[in-house]
């Protein structure tokens, strides 16, 4: 929902196997709701309901149980949701308050577990986060889509760049061929010239002359045959040659491709085997993390569990002094068991929780291990197939041109034939002219050889010059596109431009929001360690395939002062524990602020604020309470006494 509604009514929110919850239901009100209570009493689990509720996947099942549902009713509208253990995973049906619970996820819920915390706590480039919420897919979309088209329109432009390089020297050929033409033409108009003074006498008969014009005529036909013949021979070899080489190239990439590929079909089971581990790993991965976490909440709450609610004697007194006194008193180093009951040494418990932890670790890089197996094998999955595709694509051609060759064989047997055949014919031709010659007719015989000889010359001239226009003509169509092309690219490269500011100016604007919206809360909290938190944007140059481009990053820096009062600045990795947590606090706070996520959602959960004191923790929950209609925060008993006596408080879940 982009613009709810402001939240009026009073909010029940019922919950069943949430969590450490097996069923509750608590009324909560507009404005704060402060949950209290010592640690492990299910006060996050109850902000992993409500965040269910509104359409979060971020939620759990208790651990003993296969469904559960929650159910959130406020301003007469009601929100439910179902969740189901199914192959280890967890399915989620019903009507959330959220269709896309991205936003909410990021800077709404803001538990110990939210990504944004997180990112800061392990140093990561956030402009992911940051523009996360920011719809600049389509910008990113249109980028992409003019950066291919510039790139087909400078490959284009390249091509035609090098044929006006051609242009030139086809010009110069043309021009000398037409000088050749002329020659051979004029040498013709001269040879029949000399024809028509000939003057064979009174005993030159019309017949004999005939006989003689007759002879040349069928040479002359007989010689264009014989070289129309050499033509289409001379081709068909050339195409046949052609073909062998190509057979031999693909036969040598045929070699190449191993034989004896393995199926990638077969690897198949491997990766569905590694996939099936490694989602055993992440369940076993989350139970030790629940193990750890509830262990350490618990230890760290033994310190405290002091009962100061004990009863009273019959006159009244309350007889919780000496029991007090004996809590305080008591060995520190002894706590009881809250699985057996039994009393065990804090130090064996603390070594267990190490081990546990060393367990998880070593069952995170298992899982890492895992991951790494399933991408090797999914890589050579898709390169076996690509290799049997390239295979039986080879095969196919080979195929193809085997059958050519053969097709193209015979039909070189039968040119050859039609070439011998012809050239006995042309031979016959030439001593049928011989045999009209005489004396009288030596120089006309002579001189039609000669004029046969250039008009056939002639003619191989034309066509040369004929398939050279064509070639100038067709060079110069696509010449007169380059003045179009060359200003498409213009427009694209502006487009380009525009797309690529607007994006900056986007990340711009984003980072100058967070960095004002954080020195805004940095300066409620007062925190003395940290003068400063803020935003740099940065390009980087990274590999993508075999390019190097250069992309945005953005680097979270800090501004501390020195004991002499000097001010330096600082990385998240030398912050201890608490500032680190404090700086993701104040990062998840300001995304809040700068995405206006009380447009899309009406509540802010807020958990594990023990790094801030309590002071501080009122001050920060009284600003933003102006900014949205149910804040839900949930505090240790000593951090909410600091907190406004206006506000809703749970104590019970």
Partial sequence: MSSPESVTSSITVQAENIGGIDATEVTLRPGVNVLTGRNATNRTSFLQTIMAALGSHRSSLKGDADAGRVELTFDGDRYTRTLERRNDEIAFEGDPYLEDPELADLFAFLLESNEARRAVRRGDDLRELIMQPIDTDEIEAEISTLEAEKRDLDERLDRLSKLGNDLPDLEAE????????????????????????????????????????????????????????????????????????????????????????????????????????????????????????????????????????????????DDTSGDVTDQLLADSADVVCWTCGSEVDRERIETTLDRLRSLRQSKLEERSDLQSQIDDLSTRQKELREQRERREAIETRLEAIEDELERRSQRIEELEADLEDQQARVDDLEKDAGSVEDAAYDDVIETHRELNRLELELEDLEAERDDIDARIEEIEGKLAERSELEERRETVESELTDLRTRVDRLEKNAVDAFNDHMESILSILEYRNIDRIW????????????????RPAFDLHIVRTAADGTSYEDTVDHLSESEREVTGLVFALAGYLVHDVHEAVPFMLLDSLEAID????????????????????????????????DYTYVGEI
């Fill in 614 to 645: 309590a002071n501080r923790i009122a001050e920060l929950v009284d600003y933003f309470e102006d900014h949205v209609d149910c804040l839900v925060v949930a505090l240790l008993r000593e951090d909410a006494e600091a907190l406004s006596d």
């Fill in 174 to 317: 043309r021009t000398a061929l037409e000088d050749e033409i002329e020659s051979t033409s004029e040498e013709i108009v001269a040879l029949e010239s000399d024809l028509e003074e000939f003057d064979l006498g009174v005993e030159a008969s019309r017949a004999r002359k005939e006989e003689i014009e007759s002879a040349f005529a069928d040479l002359q036909e007989a010689r264009t045959e014989l070289e129309s013949i050499e033509y289409d021979l001379e081709t068909e070899r050339e195409s046949h040659a052609e073909l062998e080489a190509e057979r031999a190239d693909l036969e040598a990439d045929l070699d190449e491709i191993d034989g004896d590929l393995e199926s990638p079909d077969r690897l198949e089971g491997r990766v569905q085997e590694l996939r099936a581990r490694k989602r055993s790993l992440d369940t076993t991965v989350s139970e030790l993390q629940s193990v750890i976490r509830f262990n350490e909440e618990r230890l760290a709450d033994d310190s405290f569990d002091i009962d100061l609610d004990g009863p009273v004697d019959g006159d009244g007194t």
């Fill in 535 to 550: 935003i740099e944007r940065r390009e980087k140059t990274v590999r993508e395939g075999r390019r190097k481009v250069t």
